[in-house]
């Protein structure tokens, strides 16, 4: 599973939610991580190898700005995005 990133194009695929619907697209402003209470480190100074080891790694929000007639800003759970497009990189 690839991991969403700020900037990426992404398209709703949960559960009616907010007047959201699945299918709509929208991008990602922010993440948050839940595991990162349980570390007293950043979570991307963890090796690879480190991350394999932690339960539910992909368990995140991201905060997203519905796009459409009725543009909003809100927070979903990453398991129910989709990636259309990496944000690209320099």
């Known amino acids: 599973m690839r991991?969403?990133?700020?900037?990426?194009?992404?398209?709703?695929?949960?559960?009616?939610?907010?007047?959201?619907r699945p299918g709509q697209s929208a991008i990602v402003l922010d993440r948050i991580h839940y595991l990162q209470d349980f570390y007293d480190v950043p979570l991307d100074s963890i090796s690879e190898e480190g991350l394999g080891r932690i339960p539910h790694r992909d368990e995140?929000?991201?905060?997203?700005?519905?796009l459409g007639p009725d543009t909003k800003v809100m927070m979903m759970r990453a398991k129910w995005l989709k990636i259309l497009s990496k944000v690209k990189e320099d």
Do not use: A
């Open 60 to 66: 995140y929000s991201c905060k997203i700005l519905v």
């Open 3 to 20: 991991s969403i990133e700020i900037g990426d194009l992404v398209q709703i695929t949960g559960p009616h939610h907010l007047d959201v």
